[in-house]
């Protein structure tokens, strides 16, 4: 049975964590859901009930998901008298994300919404049964939990806590989120051609994929895989290549995801990367099944004429650095 949830989005890169949740359940729900609406900071989603813990599994930019109650205007709380909350006690908490709404007084309109819902529920601070959560966005809206995201599980698998690491990898939440907005399925295929320390590999062994990990560099393939072992996750398949020769290496691959050189700490071989570049996008849909993907990192706004691309999502880094989330489809 479909059932409505939403989801609370962490504030940053803008659409990309509204696109990993949708993304991600339409992959878990083999494309049985429907989105009901969005806004700053949240997504609300129809999905099949049975899929939502392989949706939660995955998911790395969002905060919370609950089950969805409504969402009305601040000063009009005539739905909330039509809202059901499960048997127990209750108490709310709330979110304003970032500083929207703000004339709504918070903890007044937690007391009004309250003095609404005690009618059929008691109210209890300290231990509920049920935690009802409100959004202060465009909107008001509610939810009760059914997940908080520990944001600490991904920091145990942040870059400096690796045996091997360099300080220019990706963060792990952003590494999940690439592979996620690829569509790629649970046990699907994925390939890191610039694999470096393993990040990437790492997170999509996590969750369930068969990982293969390249490079041309020996000394990064060897590094990714002591942190696979580090971790106990299986490494599906793994070569020391150059990123022209993967095609006749690799084939009937579901997603690549990666985050080539682009700076002068990284290791290029003395090629510019520009050319490195363009010589991966020509060598990645000989390497895609039909209907895969590829997210790939870049410094810059990416076009070519060897893949069509779907989104692209931009993050300030630092100074004049920023990176760019491309997701590239076939032609």
Do not use: W
């Amino acid at each position: 049975m479909n059932k409505t949830y939403l989801f609370e989005l962490l504030g940053e890169l803008k659409d990309m964590p509204r696109d990993e949740v949708i993304k991600t359940c339409e992959t878990e729900s083999a494309g049985n859901c429907r989105m009901i609406c969005d806004g700053p900071g949240y997504v609300v989603m129809e999905i099949p009930e049975e899929c939502l813990d392989g949706v939660n599994d995955r998911l790395a930019l969002t905060h919370m998901v609950g089950d969805y109650l409504g969402s009305f205007e601040p000063e009009d709380l005539s739905s909330v008298e039509n809202m059901i909350l499960p048997e127990g006690t209750f108490a709310i908490r709330y979110r304003r994300f970032e500083g929207l709404l703000p004339d709504v007084d918070s903890q007044k309109l937690i007391r009004r919404i309250g003095a609404i819902l005690s009618k059929n529920n008691d109210v209890d601070l300290k231990n509920p049964d049920v935690v009802v959560h409100m959004l202060i966005s465009d909107r008001i809206h509610l939810h009760i939990e059914r997940k908080v995201f520990n944001a600490d599980l991904l920091r145990e698998r942040k870059v400096s806590e690796r045996p091997f690491f360099s300080p220019i990898s990706l963060h792990p939440k952003y590494a999940r989120a690439l592979i996620n907005l690829t569509g790629v399925k649970r046990g699907g295929t994925v390939l890191d051609p610039f694999c470096g320390t393993g990040g990437i590999v790492i997170e999509a062994a996590n969750m369930g994929m068969r990982a293969i990990a390249s490079d041309f560099d020996k000394e990064m393939v060897a590094g990714t895989r002591e942190n696979m072992a580090y971790y106990n996750l299986p490494l599906h398949d793994f070569e020391t290549i150059d990123i022209s020769e993967i095609p006749e290496r690799f084939t009937e691959i579901d997603a690549i995801a990666c985050d080539p050189p682009y700076g002068r700490s990284t290791k290029t071989g003395g090629e510019n990367v520009l050319s490195i570049y363009n010589r991966a996008l020509e060598a990645f849909p000989k390497v895609l099944t039909a209907e895969g993907k590829a997210g790939v990192v870049l410094p810059l706004l990416y076009e070519t004429e060897h893949m069509v691309r779907d989104d692209v999502y931009k993050q300030h880094v630092h100074g004049t650095l920023s990176r760019h989330y491309h997701i590239f489809g076939q032609k």
